[in-house]
């Protein structure tokens, strides 16, 4: 899991390994793993889900976490467009520390009624680049178990 502060990766990891929701924030500090067995096309596969401390202008996320990582989520919040910024940074330190792996960029928080109208042409662009986009909403569910999965397929199709 990689993305700004505040972006809604722990909300989406406990939604996802745990099925619950917290409007308390929580902090990240350093990483925190957690383990979710999941079957795709009949297989079992064990997920370990890191969730690592969000990166801005004043904390900077430590590389050597995503060592060994066979894929990841780059998550953005919906409603603060300076998170596209800084997904941007850590897709690029991310593939020259990981190379070319699986990832998806996460635009969380589907929830909330306000968009970011502007930075459609830019997510627009980076589709037609090849990247995969999907939607999510830690807080009601929507998009969450499906982002995982996809993310799993990817990995297995490697």
Partial sequence: MLGSFAVGKTSLVRRFVSGIYSEDYITTIGARVEKKCITIEDRPLNLLVWDLNGEDKFQ???MDYVQGSEGYLLVIDKTRPA?????????QKAQIVLGDIPFILVINKSDLPDA???QEKEIEQLREQGWIIKTTSAKTGTGVDEVF????RLIMQT
């Fill in 116 to 118: 970011w109208d502007a």
């Fill in 149 to 152: 999965e996809s993310l799993a």
């Fill in 83 to 91: 998170s596209l910024e800084v997904a941007h940074t850590l897709h």
């Fill in 60 to 62: 900077k996320l430590n």
